[in-house]
């Protein structure tokens, strides 16, 4: 591990950012943001490695987030994992651009096995 | 009062006996007709018979009269013989003749002047010449005998005469009036045939519009209906049963529409009854995950890594928390379960509904950071009766919405107060509010609105459950609100006097 990896987490539920946050590990650097605009505002700010996003946000759906990230020219290659408590959402987020679906609840070890996979 | 108009079997029967006498008329008038043609003829051939009779009568008096001259000049006894036997014919044709006019009384009356003359003739000169003729020939034949004789033969030459054209004339009239009445039957004939044809012609129009078209009609209207045209409607009325079939059709048509109508509605409440359960399950999938998560996770992460105590305690209490909260989760469901079957249980205990506020406020208060709940209600004890649990469950609900739909955070308002009788509440946001369009349909079980594609989690439960119990405790709930201002709901509930919280004063 060189530099560290900064991983942005997109969740309204703090228990479960939290969660996450815990799961992923030390390894990693985290932001986090409670809403769809301000997980939008953070992904162009700081450009994290990974965005671990929430399907069900207060003011801008996940959904919306996802695609308006894969709009932008310098975001269109973030990995981001999408993890959601709706099981019918993974076609819906995978077309959408999300490079892997989470369903929710998920193992801490399952969800840092996705990670890890994309960001060796 | 609507004019009972008759059946199908009087008018086709009425008509039918009008023919029936019609043909009977004109077949009896025709049965006149021919049996006047047969009088005519009878009657000619009998004019003819005494016609006849009446000439070979007349030719054996000329007989008679030759043989008694030819017997006064000759003396001749053949003679003699000649004239017995035209004597006797004469007699026997007088009697036929006699015989054929005694039909017509003045014939007869003519006839017998005849035989009369006949016999005076026979009598006073045919005999008395003949016995002078054997004893005094020459006397016989002296003109005064021959203009005697004459003066007898041309009286009966009259009669003759007489008679025939009486005959004659009473043959002409026979013929005449058989003539007459051949005429007027004909006539009547030929009338009566007409009258049939236009009468027959008549029914037989009347039978088409009266029957055949309506029958027609609703034969088209039944296929018409069997092809699914269910607003198919006939025009009521027309004769009898057929006035029947159509109001009978209608009714039925009317009856078959309402009945698809009605399946349509059922099929309809069915397809939404049914498009609710599958997002019910999805709601109730994605609700219980949400908390399960949590759960599942922290479990986990307690389970295979070490934690300080602190964090481990932390870890534990959410572990605590979304574990209740599944467990109300579920109590939800089985409360909207119970609401659908009329099931829900209320005690009816005495309420402080103050200090219940004061509580639950406290509760939500700590949840958001963003948010700031703000409690003003009077200092004294708010008294109803009720369910305080269930209340509790209600005031939780406005608050956890008031909190949910204003996701830019603001100031959430709790207020309460005594009014003539009744204990109002209300729960005041500054959130997203409520569209104008969707207001009707907010205390609707699983109806959310925008809240799902807004990323607003939740189950659209709980106003649909919060009304229920508020009114079966006999109050009311409603709202106001206005999109991107915020939302007021408020309940009413009756008050009850001087209760303490969970103690009854007196």
Redesign the interface.
């Given at each position: 591990m060189t530099t560290t990896r900064s991983i942005l987490i997109c969740e309204?539920?703090a228990?479960?950012r939290?969660?996450v946050r815990?799961?992923l590990g030390d390894g990693f650097g985290f932001i986090e943001a409670s809403?769809?605009v301000e997980a939008l505002e953070l992904a162009r700010e700081h450009k994290p490695d990974v965005i671990v996003l929430d399907?069900?946000?207060?003011?801008?759906?996940?959904l919306d987030v996802l695609s308006r990230l894969r709009e932008e020219a310098n975001q269109s290659n973030l990995p981001i994992v999408v993890i959601s408590?709706?099981?019918?959402a993974r076609d819906e987020a995978l077309a959408a651009g999300a490079d892997r679906f989470v369903?929710?609840?998920?193992?801490?070890?399952d969800l840092r096995a996705v990670v890890q996979e994309l960001v060796p | 009062m609507k004019r009972r108009s008759l059946p199908l079997a009087a008018r086709t029967v009425f008509p039918t006996a009008l023919v029936a006498v019609l043909v009977a008329a004109t077949f009896g008038v025709m049965l006149l007709a021919v049996s006047a043609f047969r009088e005519a003829e009878r009657r000619e051939a009998h004019s003819r018979d005494v016609t006849v009779s009446t000439l070979r009568a007349e030719q054996l008096v000329l007989d008679l009269e030759t043989s008694l001259r030819s017997f006064a000049l000759t003396q001749k006894p053949s003679f003699e013989k000649s004239l017995r036997q035209t004597r006797d014919s004469l007699k026997t044709q007088l009697a036929e003749l006699q015989q054929l006019v005694a039909g017509s009384p003045e014939q007869r009356k003519r006839s017998r002047e005849l035989a009369q003359s006949i016999r005076e003739y026979e009598d006073y000169y045919v005999f008395l010449l003949l016995s002078i003729a054997k004893t005094n020939p020459g006397e016989a034949r002296s003109p005064f005998a021959v203009r005697e004789g004459k003066s007898y033969t041309d009286k009966i030459r009259g009669r003759f005469e007489t008679l025939l054209r009486t005959e004659d004339r009473l043959a002409r009239q026979s013929a005449q009036s058989a003539d007459d009445r051949w005429a007027v039957a004909l006539t009547l004939g030929v009338g009566g045939l007409i009258a049939i044809a236009v009468a027959m012609l008549a029914f037989g129009i009347y039978l088409a519009r009266s029957i055949a078209r309506p029958v027609r009609e609703v034969a088209n209207a039944a296929t018409r209906l069997a092809d699914g045209h269910l607003e198919e409607r006939l025009n009521e009325g027309g004769p009898g049963e057929i006035g029947e079939l159509t109001h009978a059709f209608n009714a039925m048509a009317e009856k078959l529409e309402r009945n698809r109508d009605e399946l349509e509605a059922q099929n309809e409440q069915l397809r939404v009854s049914e498009r609710m359960k599958s997002e019910l399950v999805s709601i109730v999938s994605h609700e219980l995950r949400t908390p399960l998560a949590s759960v599942l996770g922290f479990t986990s992460l307690l389970l295979t890594r070490d934690f300080d105590d602190e964090t481990h305690h932390r870890y534990l209490g959410i572990i605590d928390a979304q574990a209740r909260r599944l467990g109300s989760l579920i109590d939800d469901f089985l409360d909207a379960r119970r609401l659908e079957q009329g099931k829900l249980e209320l005690l009816r205990e005495p309420i402080d509904v103050a200090g219940l506020l004061r509580e639950q406020a406290e509760l939500f208060a700590g949840q958001s950071a963003r948010h700031r709940v703000d409690v003003a209600v009077p200092t004294g004890p708010l008294a109803v009766r009720g369910d305080r649990d269930r209340l509790a469950q209600v005031v939780g609900n406005l608050l956890s919405n008031a909190i949910k739909y204003s996701p830019e955070g603001g100031r959430v308002e709790l207020v309460a107060e005594r009014e003539n009788g009744t204990v109002r509440v209300e729960v005041r946001d500054e959130g997203v509010g409520i569209p104008q369009e969707q207001q009707s349909q907010i205390f609707t079980r699983f109806f959310r609105g925008d809240a799902a594609a807004s990323g607003i989690s939740g189950t659209g439960l709980g106003l649909a459950v919060s009304r229920e119990i508020v009114e079966a405790h006999g109050g009311r709930i409603g709202f106001t609100s206005a999109e991107r201002e915020g939302s007021t709901f408020w309940l009413e509930l009756p008050a009850a006097d001087g209760v303490r919280d969970g103690k009854e004063k007196r």
């Amino acid at each position: 591990m060189t530099t560290t990896r900064s991983i942005l987490i997109c969740e309204d539920e703090a228990a479960l950012r939290e969660l996450v946050r815990v799961s992923l590990g030390d390894g990693f650097g985290f932001i986090e943001a409670s809403d769809g605009v301000e997980a939008l505002e953070l992904a162009r700010e700081h450009k994290p490695d990974v965005i671990v996003l929430d399907l069900m946000l207060p003011g801008l759906s996940g959904l919306d987030v996802l695609s308006r990230l894969r709009e932008e020219a310098n975001q269109s290659n973030l990995p981001i994992v999408v993890i959601s408590a709706w099981s019918d959402a993974r076609d819906e987020a995978l077309a959408a651009g999300a490079d892997r679906f989470v369903l929710k609840p998920f193992l801490p070890d399952d969800l840092r096995a996705v990670v890890q996979e994309l960001v060796p | 009062m609507k004019r009972r108009s008759l059946p199908l079997a009087a008018r086709t029967v009425f008509p039918t006996a009008l023919v029936a006498v019609l043909v009977a008329a004109t077949f009896g008038v025709m049965l006149l007709a021919v049996s006047a043609f047969r009088e005519a003829e009878r009657r000619e051939a009998h004019s003819r018979d005494v016609t006849v009779s009446t000439l070979r009568a007349e030719q054996l008096v000329l007989d008679l009269e030759t043989s008694l001259r030819s017997f006064a000049l000759t003396q001749k006894p053949s003679f003699e013989k000649s004239l017995r036997q035209t004597r006797d014919s004469l007699k026997t044709q007088l009697a036929e003749l006699q015989q054929l006019v005694a039909g017509s009384p003045e014939q007869r009356k003519r006839s017998r002047e005849l035989a009369q003359s006949i016999r005076e003739y026979e009598d006073y000169y045919v005999f008395l010449l003949l016995s002078i003729a054997k004893t005094n020939p020459g006397e016989a034949r002296s003109p005064f005998a021959v203009r005697e004789g004459k003066s007898y033969t041309d009286k009966i030459r009259g009669r003759f005469e007489t008679l025939l054209r009486t005959e004659d004339r009473l043959a002409r009239q026979s013929a005449q009036s058989a003539d007459d009445r051949w005429a007027v039957a004909l006539t009547l004939g030929v009338g009566g045939l007409i009258a049939i044809a236009v009468a027959m012609l008549a029914f037989g129009i009347y039978l088409a519009r009266s029957i055949a078209r309506p029958v027609r009609e609703v034969a088209n209207a039944a296929t018409r209906l069997a092809d699914g045209h269910l607003e198919e409607r006939l025009n009521e009325g027309g004769p009898g049963e057929i006035g029947e079939l159509t109001h009978a059709f209608n009714a039925m048509a009317e009856k078959l529409e309402r009945n698809r109508d009605e399946l349509e509605a059922q099929n309809e409440q069915l397809r939404v009854s049914e498009r609710m359960k599958s997002e019910l399950v999805s709601i109730v999938s994605h609700e219980l995950r949400t908390p399960l998560a949590s759960v599942l996770g922290f479990t986990s992460l307690l389970l295979t890594r070490d934690f300080d105590d602190e964090t481990h305690h932390r870890y534990l209490g959410i572990i605590d928390a979304q574990a209740r909260r599944l467990g109300s989760l579920i109590d939800d469901f089985l409360d909207a379960r119970r609401l659908e079957q009329g099931k829900l249980e209320l005690l009816r205990e005495p309420i402080d509904v103050a200090g219940l506020l004061r509580e639950q406020a406290e509760l939500f208060a700590g949840q958001s950071a963003r948010h700031r709940v703000d409690v003003a209600v009077p200092t004294g004890p708010l008294a109803v009766r009720g369910d305080r649990d269930r209340l509790a469950q209600v005031v939780g609900n406005l608050l956890s919405n008031a909190i949910k739909y204003s996701p830019e955070g603001g100031r959430v308002e709790l207020v309460a107060e005594r009014e003539n009788g009744t204990v109002r509440v209300e729960v005041r946001d500054e959130g997203v509010g409520i569209p104008q369009e969707q207001q009707s349909q907010i205390f609707t079980r699983f109806f959310r609105g925008d809240a799902a594609a807004s990323g607003i989690s939740g189950t659209g439960l709980g106003l649909a459950v919060s009304r229920e119990i508020v009114e079966a405790h006999g109050g009311r709930i409603g709202f106001t609100s206005a999109e991107r201002e915020g939302s007021t709901f408020w309940l009413e509930l009756p008050a009850a006097d001087g209760v303490r919280d969970g103690k009854e004063k007196r």
